[in-house]
């Protein structure tokens, strides 16, 4: 059993005088992570509860909803196509429109960094008897949007990206019929757009997977009444369900956890416990991973609430082998991979990602900006074109330097769980940007370092 709460070392971590813009974080290394944590709402489950409660009929209440900036992009978007929507302290209440009941927003609809906010309502709008347009930040309209128009295009949806197929998306809505799509891609935000489509399409829309990804969208068509069922890695559902408002509890976000059960892992004498994470078999092979290079996870109290899995996971200092990432892995762990290649200076044999080139195109290319990261901390680095490898502990320690999260989220996260493990101090420049996915990640982790929180 993993001891309550213990005084972790009285290294700091320290917020920089510089503009909010470009605020940057000094960590300092060493102590050790002790406590327990009930983690904020998983990010990818709270968009699905936001957008299909806008869709049912009656007042919906969502607990434990995600604080990620992402997440209330989502409510923005909403909220300017007509949603009543009353937000405080991770409850979250929407008054559902009904399928057919969204209005015509009079601006564009910013969906600023989140890819997941983008993608899955153009689906939704291109079912409306109305035009609109989706635009986002400068990361976000360099992304590739192909994946997405082309399947909605197939179901009759009007779309008019700019060049390389990119946001602005100018979406006019109209009649919609479905179609039997085969993923050419894995990509759980392109799957859940087809489905979000398929609500307004005539017949049933099928979605074929070569590998399982994320299954929310599913799991929470259901909860909200849609008839929908996977066979053989096959979504079939059936077109204008009659969705039915819920009270639904977000779990704990697994992604976001996994920076602390890596910081658990690295810093000796650790050990930590999180309670009501978010265990859906879609998001856990991260933890299968870990645990098969030497990881000492455990989970207790593993039940189902609201469709998905959630359990308890407990994590302690563990001596890591390192290992190969590759395959259908890649996508079954596509958010953790920033991680656990900076977790490679920590391991015996290093950890090598291959089929990986989905990173170039996330919030940074996140290949390159690892590889520049971590090689300034003074880790061996090896750049593919689909991964990376980084050596492990007989390359040498890490040392703290000044790195740049190039406004990338789990980038940053990242190298700060890299920095407790080296030399000296590191500064991550532009580290405000953890807000888009964990707006609280600095002061959980001065938490479980027993330093207190506040800034
Ligand atoms: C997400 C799916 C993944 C993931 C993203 C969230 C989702 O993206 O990387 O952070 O909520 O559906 P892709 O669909 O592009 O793989």
């Known amino acids: 059993m993993i001891p309550a709460m213990s005084v972790g070392s009285k290294s700091t971590v320290l917020e920089s005088r510089m503009p909010k813009m470009f605020r940057a974080k000094t960590i300092s290394p060493g102590g050790n992570i002790h406590g327990v944590l009930e983690l904020p709402g998983d990010k990818s489950i709270s968009h699905r509860y936001a957008i299909l409660a806008a869709l049912a009929e009656g007042r919906s209440e969502i607990l434990n909803y995600s604080s990620a900036a992402d997440c209330k992009s989502t409510l923005a978007c909403l909220r300017r196509l007509g949603v009543g929507i ?46 609109s347009t989706i635009t986002g930040d400068r990361s976000l309209r360099a992304r590739p ?4 128009v082309e399947p909605l295009r197939k179901m009759g949806g009007k779309i008019e990206a700019q060049e390389g197929d990119r946001a602005p998306l ?59 069922e996977t066979v053989n890695k096959s979504v079939r559902m059936h077109s204008r369900p009659k969705l039915q408002a819920r009270q639904l509890i977000v779990p704990g976000d697994l992604s976001s956890a996994v920076f ?14 999180l309670h009501n994470v978010g265990l859906n ?39 890591l082998s390192g290992g190969e990432i590759g395959g259908a892995q890649v996508a079954e762990m596509i958010d953790e991979l920033p991680m656990l290649a900076a977790l490679g200076p920590f391991t015996e044999k290093g950890v090598e990602i291959r089929g990986a080139q ?20 003074g880790a061996t680095v090896e750049e593919f074109e689909d991964g990376l490898r980084v050596e492990g502990r007989s390359a040498g320690p890490l040392r703290g330097a000044k790195v740049d999260a190039a406004g990338d989220h789990r980038i940053a996260m990242a190298l700060s769980i890299a920095a ?18 964990y707006p609280e990640f600095f002061d959980t982790l001065k938490r479980l370092r027993g330093e207190g929180t506040g800034s």
């Open 281 to 319: 078999p879609t998001r856990t092979r991260v933890l299968d991973f870990l645990i098969s290079i030497g990881a000492a996870i455990h989970l207790a109290s593993v039940q189902l609430r609201d469709s998905e899995l959630i359990g308890d996971v407990s994590v302690k200092h563990s001596a």
């Open 260 to 273: 602390f059960i890596a910081a658990a892992l690295i810093l000796p004498d650790s050990a930590l416990m």
């Open 170 to 228: 100018e979406i006019r809505g109209g009649a919609l019929h479905s179609i039997d799509y085969s993923l050419p891609i894995p990509s759980a935000q392109v799957k859940s757009a087809i489905l979000l489509a398929g609500l307004y399409a005539d017949g049933v829309t099928i979605v074929r997977e070569t590998v399982r990804t994320r299954d929310h969208t599913e799991l929470a068509l259901r909860e909200f009444g849609a008839t929908i």
């Open 358 to 377: 989905e990173l170039r195109v996330k919030e940074s290319d996140r290949i390159a900006t690892l590889a520049a990261g971590l090689r300034r901390m």
């Open 86 to 131: 009353d937000f405080e302290r991770e409850r979250l209440r929407i008054s559902g429109n009904g399928l057919d009941g969204l209005k015509a927003p009079r601006r564009s609809l910013d969906a600023e960094n989140s890819g997941t906010t983008i993608r899955m309502l153009s689906g939704v709008l291109v079912g409306q008897s109305f035009s």
């Open 420 to 437: 407790l493990g080296a030399k000296h101090d590191t500064v991550i420049r532009d580290a405000d940007c953890v807000a888009v996915s």
């Open 145 to 148: 949007m192909r994946r997405v």
